[in-house]
């Protein structure tokens, strides 16, 4: 089945919405230009109410993979999401070798889809890291200013052969502009092992919409079942 994350939460009411729709992950956001960024408390306070099974996903932008596995720690989170918004990573190559990170340790790595499908990008990624930890690449829309929650959707076709040559060796996540209406389509193009939505499920930035979240993980599933 296709991995489902709701990401942006800002209040518990939300992330129980995304648990009882069938979920597999929340995200909580770490960056803050966005409206739905929150803090360590809140972050903890709701993670501390969702059941086990769901994977709590802290996102960050820009920071140390350290800092971010200090934060997530804290928390309680099971992964990090990491979007880079210097140089700390290329697109084809990231670097969590430190033996002295703090758990959480497993990660995905987030960049613009723009870097895949360009001409001078090789369709390569090698993600230096001990066994276990590197999950997945979540490709979005986003740029350097504004990482993720564009609410934008990338040429699908275009990046159709790009993704299919990457998810040969590395599970692929697809983020950015994705709704209820159009996620069985990404799906049926792209295959990916996983969707990732934020603005396309909410009332308002940093609110979601409980019919819609329920909508998105209910389309996911039908294709899924299409697919299967």
């Keep these: 089945m296709t991995w489902v994350k709701i990401c942006g939460m800002t209040n518990l009411e939300d992330a129980l919405v995304a648990v009882e729709?069938?979920?597999?992950?929340?995200?909580f956001v770490f960056y803050e230009k966005s409206p739905r960024c929150v803090s360590v408390e809140v972050a903890?306070?709701?993670?501390?109410?969702?059941p086990e099974n769901v994977e709590k996903v802290g996102v960050f932008a820009g920071e140390s993979?350290?800092?971010?596995?200090?934060?997530?720690?804290?928390?309680?989170?099971?992964?990090?999401?990491?979007?880079?918004?210097?140089?700390?990573?290329?697109?084809?190559?990231?670097?969590?070798s430190d033996a002295m990170m703090?758990?959480?340790?497993?990660?995905?790595?987030?960049?613009?889809?723009?870097?895949?499908?360009?001409?001078?990008?090789?369709?390569?990624?090698?993600?230096?890291?001990?066994?276990?930890?590197?999950?997945?690449?979540?490709?979005?829309?986003?740029?350097?200013?504004?990482?993720?929650?564009?609410?934008?959707?990338?040429d699908w076709n275009r990046a159709a052969q790009a993704v299919a040559t990457l998810s040969r060796t590395?599970?692929?996540?697809?983020?950015g502009g994705l709704t209820?209406?159009?996620?069985?389509?990404?799906?049926?193009?792209?295959?990916p092992w996983g969707v990732d939505v934020v603005s396309g499920v909410e009332e308002r930035p940093g609110r979601k919409d409980p019919e819609k979240v329920r909508a998105f993980v209910r389309a996911v599933r039908e294709a899924d079942r299409r697919t299967g």
Excluded: M
């Design 102 to 154: 703090p758990q959480p340790r497993r990660l995905y790595f987030a960049f613009p889809i723009e870097k895949l499908v360009s001409e001078d990008f090789a369709i390569t990624f090698d993600a230096n890291c001990p066994e276990g930890t590197f999950l997945a690449l979540v490709l979005d829309s986003g740029g350097a200013q504004r990482p993720g929650g564009t609410g934008v959707a990338f």
């Design 170 to 175: 590395q599970h692929v996540v697809i983020a």
């Design 180 to 191: 209820p209406r159009n996620v069985s389509e990404a799906i049926s193009i792209l295959q």
């Design 65 to 96: 993979l350290a800092r971010a596995a200090d934060i997530g720690a804290s928390v309680g989170f099971d992964s990090l999401q990491v979007y880079p918004l210097s140089g700390s990573t290329n697109g084809s190559a990231a670097d969590c």
């Design 21 to 27: 729709a069938g979920a597999d992950a929340v995200g």
């Design 44 to 50: 903890r306070e709701i993670c501390s109410k969702l």
